[in-house]
């Protein structure tokens, strides 16, 4: 299978464009992209050439104003499923008999991977914190209190294959934190919410909300809420173009983790990296197409390596053909002038997943910034994150990890500051009030303060 994969020498003239290109490649659109066949049916359902963004807001629209029945009209039109509002929830006996059904050795995985994923995440759980001056008879206690979202719905993939890491990776975070209501959408599906192992993993789980709904309008039920699906306070998970359209769409009506693109990976290496693992990993992010790989070294032997290695491995795997197209779509072997260079186009860059793959990963550790989930060393594949390691696979693509990060237990907690004065307090702080309602014109700020510090007699 011969690659036609873009590769980008940094001592051209001309690198700096095709970078800038990929690059763009990778960032997150307006969303108004389709293809000739999407276009298609769009006209066929909606009567008219809409674009995505469109066909989000009119299905979102749809569903906040008719409730259930736009729901389930949309099941049917898009996931051409007809269902009821009473069999669009998976039942407990449904649950039940999935988790009985399921493999023993899947099961144990399950657990596993959960206990990984609670030890980690309750580890890095926020406390509340607190902070007291005193001055004299002045006390003040300054407090920090975090409490658990109390509702939270979770999207799942469902189109192409099953994702119970998916549920893992979203829903035990939430747990870690202390949600105690987790609804899960996933599409009607033989890979969604009719999936045996997609079933058992929430039932392993302890999840009894699963709605056999996708795609934006499951998102706007969730947003919303509709019959039988109580609206929630955040939604997070992965989904296609219309669900992160949808999300994007319903912010501010709920919370959302982030509007998600296609994976990417970044594999940073130098002369010690083994072409087979670093073409693996470039492999592993392209075959869920759309998916990026991305290979940045100064070792110039290691492009060809890499690149020859990369066409005998994708002529053996299933999904081979899918991911030689995400490669030359979304993918580029980039020669970097130094060490140096390469950390700073991977910041550039600001990478879901970035895999250290070098003599040293720790000192080049140090010279990165942004990425989303980081990998140090030969032995740790990418896949080691999205699916046992304890860290979320929930995570910023884009460019935007940048300023973004990835989905943690943190993430379904809400803090809240709490301020206590007693009179002492409020009369050493009063000048510092004062000074600055009057530099702001707030007179009823300043008044606030001042009728409470009158002379009592």
Not at 40 to 52: C, K, W
Not at 364 to 377: H, K, T
């Amino acid at each position: 299978m011969s690659l036609n994969i873009p590769t980008i020498d940094c001592s051209q003239g001309d690198a700096q464009q095709l970078f800038a290109e990929l690059r763009e490649k990778l960032s997150p659109g307006g969303g108004d992209v389709v293809s000739e066949a999407g276009r298609q049916r769009t006209i066929d359902l909606f009567g008219e050439p809409l674009t995505p963004q469109q066909v989000v807001e009119k299905i979102c629209s749809d569903v906040r104003e008719e409730g259930l029945k736009a729901l389930l009209h949309y099941t049917e039109k898009l996931d051409r499923k007809e269902l009821s509002g009473e069999t669009i929830r998976v039942s407990q006996e449904e649950l039940a008999a999935a988790h009985a059904q399921a493999e023993p050795d899947f099961l144990e995985t399950v657990r596993d991977i959960r206990d990984n994923v609670m030890e980690f995440q309750q580890e890095i759980l926020s406390q509340d914190a607190s902070v007291i001056r005193t001055d004299g008879a002045a006390l003040i206690e300054l407090r920090q209190r975090y409490l658990p979202l109390r509702r939270v719905g979770i999207c799942v993939p469902g189109g192409a294959a099953a994702y119970p890491s998916t549920v893992l990776m979203t829903a035990v975070p939430a747990q870690a934190a202390g949600v105690k209501e987790i609804a899960i959408v996933v599409p009607p599906t033989e890979f969604g919410g009719y999936n045996i192992d997609m079933l058992a993993t929430c039932h392993e789980l302890g999840i009894t909300e699963v709605y056999r709904v996708g795609g934006a309008q499951a998102v706007a039920a969730l947003a919303y809420g509709v019959e039988g699906i109580e609206r929630v306070d955040k939604i997070v998970g992965p989904g296609n173009l219309f669900v992160a359209l949808a999300k994007r769409h319903v912010f501010g009506e709920v919370d959302i983790d982030s509007i998600a693109g296609p994976s990417e990976v970044i594999v940073l290496a130098d002369e010690t990296a083994n072409p087979k693992f670093v073409a693996s990993d470039l492999i592993s992010q392209a075959e869920h197409s759309p998916g990026s790989g991305v290979l940045i070294t100064w070792h110039a032997p290691l492009i060809d390596a890499v690149r020859t290695e990369l066409e005998r491995q994708l002529n053996l795997l299933s999904r081979g053909d899918l991911a030689k197209q995400s490669l030359e779509d979304y993918g580029a072997l980039i020669l970097a002038r130094s060490e140096q260079e390469a950390a700073e186009l991977t910041d550039l860059m600001a990478t879901e997943h970035l895999h250290i793959s070098t003599n040293d990963p720790e000192a080049m550790l140090s010279r990165v910034q942004n990425a989303g989930a980081i990998f140090l060393g030969h032995y740790t594949p990418v896949a080691i994150g999205d699916y046992v390691a304890g860290p979320s696979h929930v995570l910023p693509t884009g460019g935007t990890a940048r300023f973004a990060n990835g989905l943690c237990a943190n993430d379904f907690l809400k803090r809240s500051s709490i301020i206590s004065y007693n009179k002492a307090a409020l009369e050493a702080d009063a000048h510092d009030v004062r000074m600055m309602a009057d530099k702001e014109g707030l007179t009823a700020h300043r008044s606030s303060v001042d009728l409470r510090l009158e002379d009592e007699s």
